[in-house]
């Protein structure tokens, strides 16, 4: 079948530049948009989106964690669902299209469908997953690991900068966190997960494509690495009697940067903290985050090992101690390939040129994968920028990347 129903691009469009004004200020527009989960600025994003869905005609409703779903039911109640997503959470000082894309490309595909009176026999939900970033409670993808039963009764006691705890931060958005195994959803209801999404990276601008059809995912594993030393002061303690927190971190964070580049994958340390931090005091205890990823799981998990070597040798060294939390860790998937093939064929009949690409930043669909069988699409990044509030993709290409979904949705929900 195929499909002639298109999307409106100047409704998706404005539609995103709405959304981007929600945490950003006009009068900064070089600090992006920063929407931290369960935020005041979260929250008046998730209100925007219940009220853009209610007017694209979808049944909303809001799941025990805060999912927002959006559904546009087929002729049989009883078939599996087809669920298309993303997240409208954002990192510091993000962009208008990480995750944006994902939820308002899908409004907007379903509403054309909608509209253009096309019946399907599956329904297709619309979910707005609740953080997906991590960046406020250090633990991301909390919406999608709650509807695939993977989410942890623990993860309520993580706290944010200021203290408030992720039960606090869900009772405040009228959520409640003794409820959260509610949000699961059952394999046999669910017949397929497609997220559109920006590339994040800059193969697809490179090759001249707009379109990316996704076949692995990396897994992301975030470690916090405390060094305890001692605090003592900067004049009076020669340089070989120190304990020095602060030079740990040092070491370890180059030795990050050998373990990535030794094993083809990424490593990054993007938050440092020593302790007491003063100009005269030698830290007595250092706290950084290391975010280690790579597509296949022998080569990560022996990057991790590496690193837990480097972190005792350290010690040894500097007669310090360490201790080390895993936050995150998510074993890099695969997309189904009937997924991958009924997009392809999609691009094939919009004449769209696209290539198969491996994808290097974490999405709900790592967990989705979990539940059913997935599928990503990608869309052009300019100059791959991302997590960054020059993050841009073009309208042309966000039309492109959205018409793609469509198409592949009627394809699953047919
Ligand atoms: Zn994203």
């Known amino acids: 079948m195929i499909t002639t129903c298109q999307i409106n691009k100047k409704r998706l469009w404005d539609s995103l530049m709405e959304l981007g004004e929600i945490g950003a200020d006009p009068a900064k527009p070089e600090e992006g948009v920063t929407r931290l989960s369960l935020s005041l600025e979260d929250l008046k994003a998730r209100e925007f989106t219940i009220n853009y869905m209610e007017k694209a005609g979808l049944e909303v409703r809001v799941d025990a964690v805060g999912n927002i779903i959006g559904k546009f039911a087929g002729k049989d109640p009883l078939a ?20 944006a894309l994902g939820v308002f490309g899908a409004i907007e595909a379903v509403r054309s469908i ?31 690991k ?55 990276g800059r193969v697809l601008e490179d090759q001249d494509v707009a379109v990316g059809i996704v076949t692995d995912i990396q897994g992301p594993v975030w470690l916090e690495v405390t060094f305890q030393g001692f605090p003592d002061h900067a ?5 070989n009697m120190r304990r020095d927190a602060g030079l740990a971190m040092a070491e370890l964070m180059l030795v990050v940067e050998e373990i990535a580049k030794k094993h083809n994958g990424v490593g990054t ?32 998990n022996e990057m991790i090992e590496e690193l837990y070597q480097a972190i005792s040798r350290i010690n040894e060294k500097r007669d310090i101690s360490a201790s080390v939390e895993i936050k995150k860790q998510v074993d890099p998937t695969s997309c189904s390939p009937e997924v991958m093939e009924l997009i392809e064929e999609s691009c094939q009949e919009l004449k769209v040129k696209a290539i198969r690409l491996q994808c290097g930043a974490g999405h709900d669909s790592l967990m989705m994968t979990k539940l059913t069988q997935m599928g990503m699409i990608f869309v052009r990044s300019k100059n791959g920028i991302s997590h960054n509030p020059e993050e841009w993709t073009d309208k042309e290409d966000c039309m492109i990347g959205t018409q793609v979904l469509l198409n592949t949705l009627v394809k699953l929900a047919k």
């Open 146 to 200: 709650a509807i695939v039963g993977c989410l942890e009764e623990e993860t309520f006691q993580l706290t944010d900068d200021r203290g408030i705890s992720y039960a606090e931060a869900f009772r405040q958005a009228q959520l409640n966190p003794a409820l959260f195994k509610e949000a699961m959803r059952k394999k046999e209801d669910v017949k397929a997960y497609v997220e559109l999404h920006i590339e994040q």
């Open 80 to 99: 599996p669902i087809v669920i298309a997503g993303s997240h409208i959470d954002t990192v510091i000082q993000g962009g208008k299209f990480d995750g």
């Open 114 to 144: 909608k509209e253009s009176g096309i019946s399907l026999t599956h329904s297709i939900e619309v979910v707005s997953f609740t953080d997906e970033e991590g960046t406020r409670f250090g633990t991301g993808y909390i919406g999608s």
């Open 269 to 300: 340390v993007g938050k440092m903290h020593v302790e007491p931090g003063g100009v005269n005091i030698i830290p007595g205890k250092s706290v950084l985050s290391i975010d280690l990823r790579h597509v296949d799981k022998n080569s990560r």
């Open 235 to 239: 004049g009076a303690t020669p340089m």
